[in-house]
């Protein structure tokens, strides 16, 4: 079965970075895309990226642009997302999902709380 | 890119049937059938409901139905129940390889 287990809750300084990892199994890791959705406490989603595990090409929301990245391992069929330079405004519940062409996310990871705070 | 626009709550008495809208720009859900729909429960990863206006996934209830008209998507629940109750999100594809959510509906089941 389809699994997305992603790394546990981080705290950090704001200021500082922080690395989110992702973990897919039950399907073809380079036939999928995996994007990047976080949640402020009692917010909406917000699409953060994607990242074509195939070919490594990715693509950030504006709101994070350049202090985004995602890179992928395809020997351990495993995601990072990086966010740099965090503020409180950083600070949210980050999921990984899987999606296709049909720019719809069928499986979520069980989410990662990042939290900035001094 | 501003969030598509949703309305912040809904209610219905069960049996009912109510209606989510979601409305974009020409950019996003005007120009794409690439909308999508999630139902949230609180402390639960969101749920895919419908994907491309209208298409629903295996084993989602035929109670949940999409549709689109212009530059706004809709999500339509008949025979509303309690366990209906939760947030729903609609999500665009913009073009570009770039998403955008709606900002979420809380469906309240009188």
């Known amino acids: 079965q389809v699994q997305l287990v992603q790394s546990g809750a981080e705290v950090k300084k704001p200021g500082a970075s922080v690395m989110v990892s992702c973990k897919a199994s039950g399907y073809t890791f380079t036939n999928y895309y995996i994007h990047w959705v976080r949640q402020a406490p009692g917010q909406g989603l917000e699409w953060v990226g994607v990242i074509n595990p195939k070919d490594a090409t990715t693509r950030y929301a504006r709101r994070l642009q350049g202090r985004v990245t995602m890179t992928r391992d395809t020997s351990t069929s495993t995601v990072y997302m990086e966010v740099t330079s965090l503020t409180s405004e950083d600070s949210a519940l980050y999921y990984c999902a899987k999606g296709d062409a049909t720019w719809s996310f069928d499986f979520w990871g069980q989410g990662t709380l990042v939290t900035a705070s001094s | 890119q501003s969030a598509l626009t949703q309305p912040a709550s809904v209610s219905g008495s069960p049996g009912q049937s109510i209606t989510i809208s979601c409305t974009g720009t020409?950019?996003?859900?005007?120009?794409?059938?690439?909308v999508s729909w999630y139902q949230q429960n609180p402390g639960k990863a969101p749920k895919l409901m419908i994907y491309e206006v209208t298409e629903r996934p295996s084993g989602v209830s035929d109670r949940f139905s999409g549709s689109k008209s212009g530059y706004t998507a809709s999500l339509t629940i008949s025979g509303l129940q309690a366990e209906d109750e939760a947030d729903y999100y609609c999500?665009?594809?913009?073009?570009?390889?770039?998403?955008?959510f709606g900002g979420g509906t809380r469906l309240t089941v009188l």
């Open positions: 999500c665009s594809y913009a073009g570009n390889s770039i998403g955008i």
């Open positions: 020409r950019s996003d859900v005007g120009n794409y059938n690439l």
